[in-house]
């Protein structure tokens, strides 16, 4: 299994801006693009992302600005 860190950034349907980070694990690096966005989808739905305005609501549409996907060494 390799590792992959992720970090997506963008902003909500009010412009408040997000940024969500982790880290996925996947045999394939073609998979770990999807399941980084599925992350990062959560986290903003469950209100885990990082937030440019704090206390301030993050509602969708989102919009995605930029993403960086990097292997982690082992």
Do not use: H
């Amino acid at each position: 299994m390799n590792r992959y860190s992720y970090t997506v950034e963008g902003a909500a349907a009010d412009g408040q801006t997000y940024v969500c980070c982790g880290q996925v694990q996947t045999e394939e690096f073609t998979d770990s693009f999807m399941l980084a966005m599925r992350a990062a989808f959560g986290q903003l739905t469950q209100g885990k992302a990082q937030y440019g305005k704090p206390g301030v609501g993050c509602r969708g549409p989102y919009t995605i600005t930029r993403v960086v996907l990097e292997a982690v060494p082992e």
